[in-house]
């Protein structure tokens, strides 16, 4: 393959940070996790982080928190990858589907509102490629529905929205720093969230439900194996491995970020006016992350074909999560038309000049 849709970028600074972790003797939750904490806290204007160890666990955590009675409809989307809505049905919750936007791929809001019922308890808002959903007019409909919102920041780590870092503006915010996002740790997740009930709840919650980790008794003038268990919990806890590539990381996510928008420049400029392909709207109140750069085409079959034969890395994202198994088939005219054509092309901080160039001219040249 001569251009990869992803390839992960670690700094020197990460990999020191992680051999230092690697020499210490101590590589499990413990004190680079609690710094990262509250370095990314900090950086997203939120009051808490809760290190994990996916996103996806950041959002079944999110919604066991809730502790809505099984059936609850949470209101979702059909444009994303299968974790969002997996994480609702651990919870044995039922998801409801609503359409997209076709020219953002983040959710409807007036389809949200059609789909509320007296059974709604929650949503879960993507923000699809790293581009910010209508945050302002989707916490206003559940506001004054009483309807929890939970944000799945997967794509939208260092976007921002009216001025605003995605993870500041509503009480549960999921990111993922597996090893192709933005923030690079390998893997692992976190979700920030303003009650200081819920972050000391998420502390228990990620380590099973014990009620003091393992560095804390460790730590002490001897070690203390006692402990509680006040509730059921998972094993979802960050390790400080991770954490210390994310702190080393977190110092370059904006740079890094100002690199995927130049490249994204570059697409647009290239791709405007090249027929059979349609240009993803920037609005100027929100500024992406370009965890991905999707653009829609006119028979994709063929494109796919051309990118392959050019040694082109291509995604789709995403088949529409409906039309999984375990999941309700539903009636959603702007998701079918929208999967049936999006395609990511390569964005990733390993791309050259020439790369792009290269993807760009060979689009042009027809499919």
Known sequence: ????????????????????????????????????????????????????????????????????????????????????????????????FADIDRETGNLLVADVASKITDRTRAMIVVHYGGYPADIDELYSLARDRGIAVIEDCAHACGATYRGKRVGSHGDFHAFSFHAVKNLPMGDGGALTVRSPHHDARLRRLRWLGIDKDTYRRTTSAS?????????????????????????????????????????????????????????????PDRASSFH?????????????ARMKEAGIGIGVHYRRNDEYPMYRKSHLPNAEWFSERVVSLPMHLCLTDDDVAYVTSTIASGW
């Open 1 to 96: 393959m001569r251009v990869s849709l992803f390839r992960p970028s670690i700094s020197e600074a990460a990999i020191q940070n992680a051999a230092a972790v690697l020499r210490s003797g101590w590589l499990g939750l413990g004190p680079r996790t609690k710094e990262f904490e509250e370095k990314f806290a900090a950086y997203v204007g939120a009051p808490h982080c809760v290190g994990l160890n996916s996103c996806t666990s950041a959002i079944h955590l999110a919604l066991h928190l809730l502790d809505l009675p099984q059936g609850s409809e949470v209101i979702t989307t059909p444009l994303t990858f299968v974790s969002t809505n997996h994480a609702i049905l651990y919870e044995k919750l039922t998801p409801v």
């Open 223 to 283: 070690y203390d194996w006692d402990y509680d268990v006040p509730e059921v919990g998972f094993k979802y806890h960050m390790n400080d491995i991770e954490a210390a590539i994310g702190l080393a990381q977190l110092d370059v996510l904006d740079s890094e970020n100002a690199r995927r928008a130049e490249i994204a420049a570059s697409y647009r400029a290239a791709l405007s006016s090249v027929g059979g392909i349609t240009l993803m709207p920037q609005s």
């Open 292 to 304: 991905l750069f999707p653009v829609l085409v006119d028979g994709r079959e063929a494109f796919l």
